[in-house]
């Protein structure tokens, strides 16, 4: 006689990749590095924001995790401002996920001393769905939106809106040949995330920079602070 | 279309239970719950469960999605609304943002229907 029966998981869809970016985590933790993860659309401007970034903090130890679908374009930009970048390709995968993420750590660890690093930025596969449900290990995630995207967007994408400490309304600098009202784009994305920090910059002309560079750095002191409060 | 990324973790986490259990049962059918505010598609998660269990100790299992909405609540209001995905997250009385979530962003393996070999 055959029995039926239920088993009850109650399991998160994504338990395996949550419990890999906990283990990452815990690595970042004990190497004392801010990790950010970095998102956004294809061609909102990661990797300048990127490149700016190294340049305005040049005092600091960085390390770049950089997520891509096929190439190593991004990465080589990154490697001309004398960063250790670890180019992960994700093949047909549209977002990283924490074990590839590990693999990078490993990496990072054979060829450099990771205590040293201050901070690791892993620049995210350019895609407003998937990189949201997908943590890697990250203390603090950073959305990019263009002005060349629209208003609308956060309303549409919003779990990434959602999730973001920090939004960057990037290329500013293209605003005044654009019908955008930035002030709409923030009041979209704050009735999705009230609690968000917003910047505007343009990588191109360094406007806003300052703010977030600035911002950056404070995070990472309370980061610094919650380990040794733990520690 | 990483719901076939999510569908290959949830496999593994069933493949790892049923490797568990001393008399490997006969699994019909494998109950998810997934929220709204999710990036998952219940349509592409069923399409995929169906062609990756192929040929697997999970062949011929149903997959039953439970969808959740999306519910908010608004402090001022104290009340809870669904919001309009894709228009209007904030509340629709006093326009407050939408500060917590009740429901929405669950993604779970709730339960296995199985049959004792």
Known sequence: ?231 | MHETDMTKALIVTIQDWWDAQPERPTIEKVHLVVGAFTCVEPASLQFAFDVQTQGTFLDGSQLVIKDIPLVAHCHTCRRDYRPEYGSQYACPTCNSPMEDIRSGRELKIDRLECVAV
């Not at chain 1, 909102?44 to 040049?58: N, R, V, Y």
């Not at chain 1, 997520?67 to 992960?88: K, S, Y």
């Open chain 1, 1 to 231: 006689m055959h029995q039926t029966f239920d088993a009850a998981l109650e399991m998160n869809l994504l338990h395996a990749n949550q419990r890999g970016a906990d283990h990452n985590r815990a690595h970042f933790d004990e190497w004392g590095i801010t990790c950010v993860n970095l998102m956004s659309s294809p061609g909102a401007g990661k990797t300048q924001l990127l490149e700016s970034t190294l340049e305005g903090l040049k005092n600091l130890k960085i390390a770049v995790i950089e997520g891509d679908m096929t190439t190593e374009l991004d990465a080589d930009r990154l490697r001309q401002h004398g960063v250790p970048v670890i180019a992960i390709n994700t093949g047909r995968s549209c977002h990283l996920d924490s074990k590839m993420v590990a693999g990078g750590l490993h990496q990072l660890q054979h060829d450099y001393d990771p205590a040293s690093l201050d901070l690791v930025v892993v620049e995210n596969v350019g895609n407003l769905v998937c990189p949201a449900e997908f943590e890697v290990g990250e203390h603090i995630k950073v959305a990019l939106l263009s002005v060349t995207e629209g208003e609308d967007k956060p309303l549409k994408y919003p779990v990434m809106f959602r999730e973001a400490d920090c939004l960057l309304i990037t290329k500013t600098d293209l605003t005044p040949y654009l019908d955008v009202n930035l002030d709409q784009i923030e009041a979209n994305i704050r009735q999705i995330n009230p609690n968000v920090t917003i910047f505007r910059v343009s990588a191109k002309t360094g406007d806003g920079l300052e703010s977030w560079l600035e911002w950056l750095q404070q995070t990472m002191t309370h980061q610094a602070n919650r380990l040794q409060l733990t520690v």
